[in-house]
């Protein structure tokens, strides 16, 4: 999958005729995707050109193989594709060309090698009813991940169904589904929720993983600040029709047609922590809220049995506040309140930061 030649992440640009100028533009955009200020671009140039190929065991479990469609298939070949390709994938049962026993011992090396420092990708939600319901090679889900996330350096929970059971874990739950951090407690575990999660989110992960050799800063859910900190309904680009008080009340009326607010609809925008409305789907293209259909929900806990995809939230338009827990305003008094949903003050004040150009960072990097 990887040529062992290329040592570093720079090695790998140079190799596929990536241009310095380029190579700029894109830690400039994953600065800032990451709230980093702009003078942290040539620190993030400098530790990501110089980065080495940290290995990835990625373990699939109870998932459909969305989040990984969504992650190798989102784009032509990028700069996001090149750190992809840059970590040394050492198991992944898509995408690897071993099976069997082969594949199985390319893991244990892989732990071997590694101990102490490799990355754990999980995508799936792992199933304790019945250790028989999914197994790997003749061991449960269970037993795999407890044996793989034992040597890691951290545990990267990749869609809903790993960072929070998703729809194996729907009522009434029948194999018992739980969450990577129901099982990892004692390694640090990333949360990249969604169903499908943003590309540009996983990469942004690795990403700060290979300059800084830490993960980013978390939210009460485990998930990246940088990208879960505000609400799909404070960067949507139809919020002045809900402060005007213009709604679609279905999806073929004069409201729809004009491109008004579709809380009416179901949007659960307003309880939604996600990037899609600044990152976009397929290259900026678009997203889903963008198409004319309201947010599901999908990077919250328990979002399939939030009350309805398209039925209204329960609380009052206008009363709604960073406080207000997900299920409490779905109209619902499920685990999500138990775990303690409290959205109030996600968004700390940044500061603002005089403006640096791609060629003040090729005159200092
Ligand atoms: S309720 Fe949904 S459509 Fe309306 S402004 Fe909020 S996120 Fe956008
Ligand atoms: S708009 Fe909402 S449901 Fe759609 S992908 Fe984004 S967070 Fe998920």
Redesign the pocket.
């Known amino acids: 999958m990887v040529d062992k030649k290329i040592k570093t992440l720079g090695d790998a640009l140079r190799r596929n005729g990536v241009s310095r100028r380029g190579f700029l533009k894109f830690c400039t955009a994953t600065a800032s995707m990451m709230a980093l200020p702009p003078a942290m671009v040539p620190a993030l140039a400098a530790s990501l050109d110089k980065a080495r190929r940290p290995s990835v065991i990625w373990l699939s479990f109870q998932e459909c193989t969305g989040c990984t469609e969504s992650l190798t298939r989102s784009h032509s070949p990028t700069l996001e594709n090149l750190i992809f390709d840059h970590i040394s994938l050492d198991y992944h049962h898509t995408l690897q060309a071993a099976s069997g026993h082969a594949a199985e011992a390319a893991r244990e090396e892989a732990m071997r090698a590694n101990e102490g420092n490799y990355l754990v990708v999980v995508d799936g939600a792992i199933p304790l009813g019945n250790p028989g319901y999914s197994t790997i090679a003749g061991f449960s889900n269970l037993q795999i991940l407890e044996e793989t996330a034992a040597g890691a350096a951290a545990v990267i929970a990749v869609g809903s169904c790993a960072a929070f059971g998703g729809l194996p874990k729907a009522d009434p739950n029948p194999t018992g589904a739980v969450s990577v951090r129901d099982i990892v407690t004692d390694k640090p575990v990333v949360n990249v929720s969604g169903c499908p999660p943003i590309p540009v989110v996983i990469t942004g992960v690795l990403a700060h993983f290979l300059t800084f050799g830490t993960l980013p800063e978390l939210d009460e859910y485990g998930r990246p600040k940088a990208f879960f900190g505000t609400?799909?309904?404070d960067r949507?680009?139809?919020?002045p029709?809900?402060d005007k008080g213009l709604?679609a009340n279905t999806f073929d009326d004069e409201g729809a047609r004009k491109g008004w607010?579709?809380?009416k609809l179901g949007?659960?925008?307003?309880m939604?922590y996600n990037a899609c409305?600044t990152v976009k789907w397929n290259e900026g293209t678009s997203w889903p809220?963008e198409s004319g259909h309201?947010?599901l929900g999908c990077s919250q806990p328990d979002f399939w049995d939030a009350g309805g995809f398209y039925n209204a939230l329960s609380i009052p338009v206008g009363d709604i506040s960073r406080t207000t827990s997900y299920a409490a305003a779905a109209g619902l008094g499920v685990a999500a309140v138990a775990a303690g949903i409290n959205h109030k003050t996600k968004v700390a004040a940044r500061k603002r930061h005089d403006r640096v150009t791609i060629d003040d960072l090729e005159k200092i990097s």
């Open positions: 609400s799909i309904h949507c680009y139809r919020r029709f809900y709604f607010c579709l809380y949007c659960k925008g307003p939604t409305a809220v309201g947010c």
